[in-house]
């Protein structure tokens, strides 16, 4: 059964701390995937990559970056986090190549007080 | 730039109502669809997927969809909603042989009452 497990399910942080979010997952997937959801706008996505060590922005990378050391693991970063961050982080992966079916974590609720 | 439109944000339905919830993607060249629920506290998973074929497509728990080309549409449907319907449901596309960036609707709150 195809698995992303998130680290946190909730996460409550101060402005300017610096945050992870580790996102794993056990189908040997190419692609991995982070968003952020918020009420009426939706999934955005915020960074995605293909493959080990790559990554490309997606449609709204400010104030966050992403690591990618190994195929299964994804992690995003806050690197000073603010009150506007404050939202659901979702992380998927896919299979490489397309069409695609991406497979969605739980999620990560992240309060930045 | 690829954009998807769900116009219904919020919809009320008694349970053995029929739904039908609409999708409009804007995207020059061939596409390829599909939609999510998100189960109240649980994570998105998918509902039914087109690529290519037969227009109309069936997907899990009696839900259907089908894709008009001429009017850029991906609507779901229903005939009969039960109350574990209630859930958000998202309409995403991609372009067929492109990168794996999927654009995503901003989404229908789905509430189905007893």
């Known amino acids: 059964d195809v698995k992303v497990t998130q680290s946190s399910r909730y996460l409550v942080k101060r402005t300017g701390e610096k945050v992870f979010l580790e996102c794993v997952q056990d189908m040997d997937h190419e692609n991995m995937f982070w968003y952020r959801q918020d009420p009426g706008l939706g999934l955005r996505l915020i960074y995605f990559s293909y493959d080990v060590k790559m990554k490309e922005k997606g449609d709204i990378p400010e104030g966050y970056s992403v690591s990618r050391e190994k195929k299964e693991r994804f992690s995003l970063i806050l690197e000073s986090a603010s009150t506007n961050q404050t939202s659901m982080y979702l992380c998927?992966?896919?299979?490489?190549?397309?069409?695609?079916?991406?497979?969605f974590g739980p999620g990560t609720r992240l309060t930045v007080t | 730039a690829q954009s998807v439109s769900q116009h219904n944000h919020h919809v009320i339905l008694s349970e053995a109502a029929s739904l039908e919830l609409g999708c409009n993607y804007s995207?020059?060249?061939?596409?390829?669809l599909f939609w999510y629920v998100q189960y109240p506290g649980q994570h998105l998973q998918l509902l039914l997927k087109?690529?290519?074929?037969?227009?109309l497509v069936k997907g899990i728990k009696g839900f259907e969809a089908e894709f008009i080309k001429s009017k850029f549409s991906f609507n779901l449907r229903k005939p009969s909603v039960q109350w574990s319907d209630t859930a958000e449901y998202f309409c995403a596309a991609v372009g067929a042989g492109t990168a794996s960036k999927l654009t995503f609707g901003t989404g229908t709150r789905l509430q189905v009452t007893l």
């Open positions: 995207y020059g060249g061939t596409v390829n």
């Open positions: 998927a992966s896919s299979l490489g190549g397309t069409p695609n079916e991406q497979y």
């Open positions: 087109y690529f290519s074929g037969d227009p």
